[in-house]
Every structure is written in structure tokens, then in C-alpha cells.
């Protein structure tokens, strides 16, 4: 019954070893949106598709990258991951901007 | 930058009382939400007040919007152990991009 799935649920990484995230949704919302959220803080945004429209926030590094090659599935790249990076990263979904976002699980991130 | 400021921080109450969490924000909204997380989990949408509305009821949820002081409370009526959590309110900015802005959260700890 599970809506947005993430995977993996963990993840652990070496530092500087590319990692890639994933998230699938069965809803066919039109906007997926990745945030990053550490420990006792508010989940930040990273980017965003609306349908295919990439839109990236403007203190996302460029260390980041996204992919969204259809409409159930969009994927989170860190290219190089530093110490920094480690936290969870949650996927969510909406059918237009304004509305409610159904978030996934998370993928807890753990760089070595 | 954050735009909502949840108050306060932490709460402890004993099962059966009443639960008010406040947030502020700075800018205009389009709506404001509240979500709760549960311990190493995604965040679940609870509701969503428009810019015009004043008050909204869900279930033992109510929430009220003061656009003119810019904040926003959420009560939590007959606290069960099951409603600890962490609760967040988020924004969504007005004009432009619209995105979503979260606080840095209340975490809710009802004791049975």
C-alpha cells in the first residue's frame, strides 16, 4: 500500500564514492521534490521536477544531481559525497505545487 | 532560509491532555501545513489552511491562522501515546516558485 518508496532504506558510502538514491512513486504526481534533513532539523529542499521541468534551489551544490526518467521514479546523485552530506534524504510528492507533499521513508545516508 | 519558527521546541505532557504547538513565519503565504514525523520516518501531512482561512478542524486537530500576526497553532485535543512525535508547520511562499518552507519542528513526547 506503500505510495513513495525510497531505497535504500540505509545507505552507507566511502567518502568521495558516488552514491545514487532512488524513489518511486505509485500516485502519478506531476511534482517529485528531494529534501535533505539532518538531525533535529527541518527537512530543506534540494530541487524539485515539475512533469520533467528540472527546478534547482539556488544553495543546492552542484555536488547534487537529479534525474527523473519518467513520471514514477526520480533519482538523487551525489557525485562526490563528503562528511557533510550525511543525513537522511526524503522524497516526496505532490499533484500540483500548492498542494499536500506525501512524503517517503527516507534514505539514511552514512559516509565513512 | 527558514521560514516557519515552531514554539515550543519540545513538549511533554501526560496522555489525555491537550497539545498546542505555535509557529511563526515572515513572509506572505499561499497556504500553511502541518506535518508529523515519527522517529526515523517520512513526514505525514495533517492539514492544510489556505491564506484566507482562519480556522480548520480534522479529526482531535485544530488549527488556527492569524495571517495579520503572521503565525499559526496547532492543538492536539485528548493526547494519546501514539501522537509522539515531531511536528512541523511549513509555509508555502506567495508569488514566484512556490515551494514549501519548513520549521525546525516541535517534538511532542506524551506520556501514557
Redesign the interface.
Known sequence: DAM?I?NPRYQVTQFGKPVTLSCSQTLNHNVMYWYQQKS??????LF?YYDKDF?N?ADTPDNFQSRRPNTSFCFLDIRSPGLGDAAMY?C?TSSQ??K???????T?LSIL | S?Q?EEDPQALSIQEGENATMNCSYKTSI??L?W?RQNS??????LI?IRSNEREKHSGRLRVTLDTSKKSSSLLITASRAADTASY?CAT?TQGG?????????TKLTVNP
Not at chain 1, 533535529?40 to 529542499?45: D, E, M, N, T, V
Not at chain 1, 499536500?100 to 527516507?106: A, S, V
Open positions: 513513495v525510497q533535529s532539523q527541518a527537512p530543506k529542499l524539485h527546478n534551489e526524503l516526496a505545487l500548492v499536500p507533499q506525501h512524503f517517503g521513508d527516507g539514511r | 527558514q516557519g499561499n497556504n501545513q506535518y526515523g520516518r517520512g513526514l505525514v501531512h492544510l512541523f508555502l516558485s512556490e515551494k514549501l518552507v519548513f520549521g525546525k519542528g
